[in-house]
């Protein structure tokens, strides 16, 4: 069964910085794409940024330049470093891989931005 813990989330003001990490079990690390999805309540969950089992990588065209998604298959760990945090990236993140088509989440993690 694979299971996804993330961690790192928080209270950060308007400008600042989080990482976000998220450690994978259960599953052949290097071989899955692993992504960070947010949600705010009332809406549908989004894709922020994915890196492939490969490394390349894809953003949301709204944190683009502010936020890196990198692993470590040694560590079967992906994280998601957010710089010039603003008000509006303040939501749940949540993990994400896919396995024999089959998607995992972990249970998320509470990022606040606000002064």
């Known amino acids: 069964q694979v299971q996804l813990v993330e961690s790192g989330g928080g209270l950060v003001q308007p400008g600042g910085s989080l990482r976000l990490s998220c450690t994978a079990s259960g599953t052949i690390f290097g071989f899955n794409p692993m992504a960070w999805y947010r949600q705010t309540p009332g809406k549908e969950r989004e894709l922020v940024a994915a890196?492939?089992?490969?490394?390349?990588?894809n953003y949301a065209d709204s944190v683009r330049g502010r936020f890196t998604i990198s692993r470590d298959n040694a560590k079967s760990t992906v994280n998601l470093q957010m710089n010039s945090l603003k008000p509006e990236d303040t939501a749940v993140y949540y993990c994400?891989?896919?396995?024999?088509?089959?998607?995992?989440w972990g249970q998320g993690t509470q990022v606040t931005v606000s002064s």
């Open positions: 994400h891989t896919k396995l024999w088509g089959t998607s995992y």
């Open positions: 890196i492939a089992s490969g490394g390349s990588k």
